[in-house]
């Protein structure tokens, strides 16, 4: 027999229907608000959705009628593919067609790549102005929900550059919050800030907790410095999520004021903190907490404990509690301080890749998932995190892959071979360095225009370096982590 809860949202409006849900701007709603207008929002939603469609997409940026769609969306228990809003048209129409989406309802912000989408696709491409229509008598909507069942994909590239849809169900969004505020508690006055984009796991995961802890959110369409700083100031916000890069940010816009002592949690992800940025934090008070997770975990997967915050400092903390990691060393478990293979388990890792079978062969063994990251755990059992697969380039906050890149410059015609790395950068972590080999000089604004017609903006490259030859091993396999060198000469 499966496991089912309640519809979360109308549960949390049944218990708490005048509890603030959502602050946006100078606006507010409760849950009950929130529960009637996605009630609204899914009876428009049956009047232009295909019959017996399964499976819907979003490419909506941070605005309450987001959070309204996605709420509907579940309320009619229709998968939601979340499309990241910074992709090109051409990146997105992969993921639309690989995961058989039926409809995407999109926001009035986003008409160029709308265009594009929909002189290729032929389904539903409705802007949510559009979505028209009032009650209707197909409204079925869902009284409960099956853990098993898919709640979102998220799509992430990987180390090939070929992106993959991964399934989070209800049951991983579920254990991922319960593991959360077993680790961090919940107090009466808790209200957690959202700067991160809702179509990445960081946001969605703070909306979804919002319900199933009864909580509000304060929703920022874009993360602004000073913004931040004047609600961690007010004693509005008690727990914020933030990568490197925003946080940099935060602290060179603040200075040495104090924030208020109801900021109690800023859970800090996107990859490894440096060290640095982690002691200057200590000594301005900051209660910064790293954590370790990706898409795959649901959200982070293991976080720093409040009582270990100061003593344990660059490291991500121990899995939480639904959850277990391991470091392996090929086929043995790690030592402590061994590097290894980071590996884990639990209820809140997605069930696999959607259409990956290859993938989910690869990735799951024994019902542990391998994450590719490389990392250690100290003589206490708390784990450090290496780096985040070997190629991987977090450019504040987002996920780069190497191959990607250079699959795009080798489809230059002058482009004989390409490798991309990440290198230091002061404002987003690190960014990508393109490296070229090709007979003839090339200009480098010429290369950097075809990146972007073919890339996200933030995939490309902050530099093209063309070189006489790449470093490779003895099989002729691209070394990247030797690209960097290259630069030496570079100014």
């Known amino acids: 027999m499966e496991t089912t809860t309640p519809n979360w949202l109308k549960k949390r409006a049944d218990l708490s229907p005048e509890r603030t849900a959502l602050i946006f701007n100078n606006q507010s709603w409760t849950f009950s608000e929130l529960f009637r207008e996605a009630i609204k929002v899914a009876e428009k939603i049956v009047n232009v959705v295909p019959r017996d469609c399964r499976r819907a997409a979003i490419l909506m940026n941070n605005t309450p009628e987001t959070v309204w769609v996605i709420h509907g969306l579940q309320q009619l228990g229709l998968e939601t593919v979340f499309l990241n809003c910074r992709l090109t048209a ?30 290729t696709l032929n389904i539903p491409i409705i802007s949510f102005k559009n979505l028209v229509g009032g009650h209707s008598s197909h409204t079925s909507l869902k009284k409960e929900f099956t853990l098993n069942d898919v709640c979102s994909i998220m799509y992430t590239s990987g180390t090939t550059g ?17 593991g959360s505020v077993l680790n961090m508690g919940l107090q009466e006055n808790d209200s957690w800030l959202c700067t991160v984009p809702i179509f990445h796991i960081s946001g969605l995961s703070i909306l979804l907790r919002s319900v199933i802890y009864g909580i509000p959110v304060i929703l920022m369409e874009k993360f602004n410095e000073k913004t931040v700083n004047r609600l961690l100031s007010s004693g509005q916000v008690t727990i914020m999520s933030a990568v490197t890069a925003m946080i940099s940010r935060m602290l060179s816009e603040q200075g040495n004021k104090p924030y208020h002592p ?4 800023l859970l800090a992800g996107g990859g490894p903190i440096p060290k640095p940025l982690l002691l200057l934090c200590k000594e301005r008070k900051i209660p910064v907490f790293q954590t370790y997770g990706m898409t795959e975990t649901s959200s982070q997967i293991v976080t720093l404990s409040p009582e270990d915050s100061l003593r344990k400092i660059g490291s991500a903390g121990k899995p939480l509690f639904p959850s277990q990691l391991k470091i392996m060393v090929g086929e043995k478990e790690a030592k402590p301080l061994e590097e290894g293979d980071i590996y884990v388990k639990g209820p809140n890792v997605t069930p696999g890749y959607l259409n990956r079978d290859d993938a989910n062969h690869a990735s799951f ?16 059992g708390f784990v450090y995190i290496l780096d985040r697969r070997s190629d991987l380039i977090i450019s504040g906050g987002e996920n780069i892959y190497p191959a990607e890149i250079e699959e795009v410059l080798l489809g230059h015609e002058d482009v ?12 987003w972590g690190h960014v990508p360095y393109g490296f070229i080999v090709s007979a003839k000089k090339l200009s480098e604004e010429e290369i950097l225009a075809f990146c972007r017609e073919r890339l996200a903006s933030y ?3 902050k530099k093209i370096i ?14 990247r982590r030797l690209l960097s060198e290259l630069t030496a000469d570079e100014d």
């Open 365 to 380: 063994k024994d019902g542990w998932f391998s994450t590719g990251d490389l990392g250690f755990k100290d003589e206490e």
């Open 416 to 427: 004989a071979e390409a490798g991309v790395t990440g290198i230091p950068d002061e404002k």
């Open 466 to 479: 063309q070189v006489e030859q790449l470093p490779r091993n003895g099989a002729n396999k691209l070394l």
């Open 459 to 461: 995939k490309v490259p």
């Open 90 to 119: 051409n990146e997105l129409l992969f993921q639309i067609k690989d995961s058989e989406t039926e409809l995407i309802i999109h926001d009035g912000s986003l008409m160029d790549t709308v265009g594009e989408l929909k002189n």
């Open 162 to 178: 070929k992106p993959k849809g991964v399934l989070q169900t209800y049951g991983n969004h579920w254990w991922s919050a319960t």
């Open 262 to 265: 109801a900021f109690r949690c």
